[in-house]
């Protein structure tokens, strides 16, 4: 089992390009998640999922968009990137009433 | 509205003293709370599940309904548990959406 894996690990944007975080898992966990993680700002919930086909907004939703077509992936888009959104972000899944599971991270900067 | 506070942004400790690492919460529900640990870039891995009461790396939590607290504490602390440390609030039975308090960096020193 591979877990959760998030990729790429690194990226830099420049100001108003688009971009796609991609996270996947192995384990057949109907819940997925996406947070960020901020300085002094612990992680904060952008979008979650609780099924394929079903996605709903977090904390700070504001210039993403997730999709869940499948079980396994979880997709985040960045429509415009801005400058506020240089940050580590990070996906999670779990199953039933079990914690979450979380990738590696995406460390992503925007000039 | 809920939330989770930790207080301490970071906690220095000698090698072999005790730790303790506070965090407390507002929620009206029934509170399900949590400790990750997050070592020097890596991921996030879960410490410690209150309802498990469980003692993971010598770590131990007890929720305090009274005092809406859920500390961290470990009696003798290790250069190892030298990590980025964060509570967190479960809304859903303990699934999917969590709000995480700020986190705090532990150092051990030698």
């Known amino acids: 089992n591979a877990g959760v894996t998030q990729t790429p690990k690194f990226q830099v944007l420049k100001t108003g390009q688009s971009m796609t975080l991609q996270c996947a898992q192995d384990?057949?966990?109907?819940?997925m998640s996406w947070y960020r993680q901020d300085p002094g700002m612990g992680l904060r919930l952008i979008h979650y999922?609780?099924?394929?086909?079903?996605?709903d907004q977090g904390e700070v939703p504001n210039g993403y968009n997730v999709s869940r077509s499948t079980t396994e992936d979880f997709p985040l888009r960045l429509l415009s990137a801005a400058p506020s959104q240089t940050s580590v972000y990070f996906c999670?899944?779990?199953?039933?009433?079990?914690?979450?599971?979380f990738g590696d991270g995406t460390r992503l900067s925007i000039l | 509205a809920q939330r989770v506070t930790q207080p301490e942004k970071l906690l220095s400790v000698f090698k072999g003293a005790p730790v303790e690492l506070k965090c407390n919460y507002s929620y009206s529900g029934s509170p399900e709370l949590f400790w990750y640990v997050q070592y020097s870039r890596q991921r996030l891995q879960l410490l410690l599940r209150h309802i498990s009461r469980e003692s993971i790396k010598g770590f131990t939590a007890d929720l305090n309904k009274g005092e809406t607290s859920f500390h961290l504490k470990k009696p003798f602390a290790q250069e190892e548990d030298s990590a980025m440390y964060y509570c967190a609030l479960s809304l859903v039975g303990g699934t999917y959406k969590y709000i995480f308090g700020t986190g705090t960096r532990l150092k051990v020193l030698a």
């Open positions: 384990m057949n966990h109907e819940y």
């Open positions: 999922s609780v099924g394929a086909g079903i996605t």
């Open positions: 999670a899944s779990s199953r039933g009433d079990q914690p979450q599971h």
